[in-house]
T-cell receptor
Framework: DQQVKQNSPSLSVQEGRISILNCDYT??????FLWYKKYPAEGPTFLIS?????DKNEDGRFTVFLNKSAKHLSLHIVPSQPGDSAVYFC????????????FGTGTSLTVIP | NAGVTQTPKFRVLKTGQSMTLLCAQD?????MYWYRQDPGMGLRLIHY???????AKGEVPDGYNVSRLKKQNFLLGLESAAPSQTSVYFC?????????????FGPGTRLLVL
């Protein structure tokens, strides 16, 4: 039973344009969310996070938006660069699950030069 | 600083064989985790440890055992491998629990069980 879902397996975007990656969750107890980026043959690396007390967090070209009522978060990358081509995972955690994260299935982003 | 390392990188097993995957971290992290990643599924937590000498079950623990005899090492064992355990295994570590700490991942171990 997938508690965190990424319904788009892949996304292609032109260089310089905005990339929007979406993530939905079912557990209303989740209160901390992260995005990880993964290149082939490497482990995931942390990208950006957001706590449920916020609805937006920004770090350079990356912004994460959280809509708690819709149980939805999104990652915006502006402007997109070819080096952003990777698989992006969202993950969620709840206070009562300790530091256990639930991961989505990932979205493969391709930025076309 | 090597971060999180995993040994081996790739392994082929026959059904019924056993093996141990080794994870090592040099960041003095308390928490360590083992995940598996399968096509069409997110990373799923197998077991984790909140400190030396402790282990706990995650989401998909069946068929696996773990040990954390030293703070820097977290071992994942398969006593009798099954084809369903064909997967990519990732180890991760984090500093602590609260506030929620970012997990640092190793490069993964690709396991094929025939």
């Amino acid at each position: 039973d997938q508690q965190v879902k990424q319904n788009s397996p892949s996304l292609s975007v032109q260089e310089g344009r905005i990339s929007i990656l979406n993530c939905d969750y079912t557990n209303s107890m989740f209160d901390y969310f992260l995005w990880y980026k993964k290149y082939p043959a490497e482990g995931p690396t942390f990208l950006i996070s957001i706590s449920s007390i916020k609805d937006k967090n920004e770090d350079g070209r990356f912004t994460v938006f959280l809509n708690k009522s819709a149980k939805h978060l999104s990652l915006h990358i502006v402007p997109s660069q070819p080096g952003d081509s990777a698989v992006y995972f969202c993950a969620a955690s709840a206070l009562n699950t300790g530091n256990q994260f639930y991961f989505g299935t990932g979205t493969s982003l391709t930025v076309i030069p | 600083n090597a971060g999180v390392t995993q040994t081996p990188k790739f392994r082929v097993l026959k059904t019924g064989q056993s093996m141990t995957l080794l994870c090592a971290q040099d960041m003095n992290h308390e928490y360590m985790y083992w995940y598996r990643q399968d096509p069409g599924m997110g990373l799923r937590l197998i077991h984790y440890s909140v400190g030396e000498g402790t282990t706990a079950k995650g989401e998909v623990p069946d068929g696996y055992n773990v040990s954390r005899l030293k703070k820097q090492n977290f071992l994942l064992g398969l006593e009798s491998a099954a084809p369903s355990q064909t997967s990519v295994y990732f180890c991760a570590s984090s500093l602590g629990q609260f506030p929620v700490e970012t997990q640092y991942f190793g490069p993964g171990t690709r396991l094929l069980v025939l």
